[in-house]
């Protein structure tokens, strides 16, 4: 059994106005945050793409340098990924590039490793939970000895990225739990877990 869950364009602009500004924590230097991006685009076969300017203080040897940023631009890379027993639809920032405005040259070059590292320390972070969401369960009639539970919910699937939308195409499967049991058979004989992730281009 599959469902496909469809997230619009118009979705991910919302979801992007929680998610931001975005903190970005500097090591030794504390954090900038990237304001709410001006622009937010859906990239097919890579992710969504955000664009916007900022400003911010770097500390260089205890002088506070300020800086100013024309644009900035991250791409977020969704995929599938495993926490715990389930799967999230995680979305991964990738840093694509830094318009600094009158920065030296080395300094650029230092703000923008350090930016790097601070994104992809957020690897893993911004993520759907979406399993809680799409997982349900049904008590067994009181007639059924032992007791137990029914329950529905993904097992895996694929995540594809249109000029559109972003679509998670996920495999459901049903298994059924008695009392007492420490596993969850499935009754289609196994759980398959397949993964497919995105990478920017």
């Known amino acids: 059994m599959r469902l496909c869950a469809i997230l619009t364009l118009d979705d991910l602009v919302s979801a992007v106005d929680e998610l931001t500004p975005l903190a970005v924590t500097l090591r030794r230097r504390g954090e900038i945050r990237l304001g709410r991006p001006s622009t937010v685009e ?39 990924a495993a926490r715990g027993h389930g799967h999230v639809l995680a979305f991964d920032p990738v840093l694509q590039s830094l318009d600094f405005k009158s920065v030296p040259m080395f300094l650029a070059a230092r703000i923008r490793a350090a930016i790097n ?23 067994l009639p009181a007639a059924v000895v032992p007791g137990g539970e029914l329950r529905l919910g993904p097992s895996g699937g694929q995540v594809t990225v249109s000029e559109n939308d972003v679509r998670l195409t996920l495999d459901l499967q049903l298994h059924i739990r008695r009392e007492g049991d420490s596993a969850i058979p499935s009754i289609e004989g196994g759980t398959s877990q397949r993964t497919r992730s995105v990478s920017p281009p």
Do not use: Y
């Open 42 to 80: 859906l990239v097919a076969g890579a992710g969504l793409r955000i664009r916007g300017d900022a400003r911010f203080t770097w500390d260089a040897g205890g002088l506070a340098i300020p800086v100013s940023l024309r644009s900035w631009q991250v791409l977020l890379v969704p995929s599938l």
């Open 117 to 139: 590292d601070g994104l992809a320390a957020q690897k893993g972070r911004l993520a759907w939970d979406f399993e809680k969401r799409l997982s349900f369960v049904w008590p």
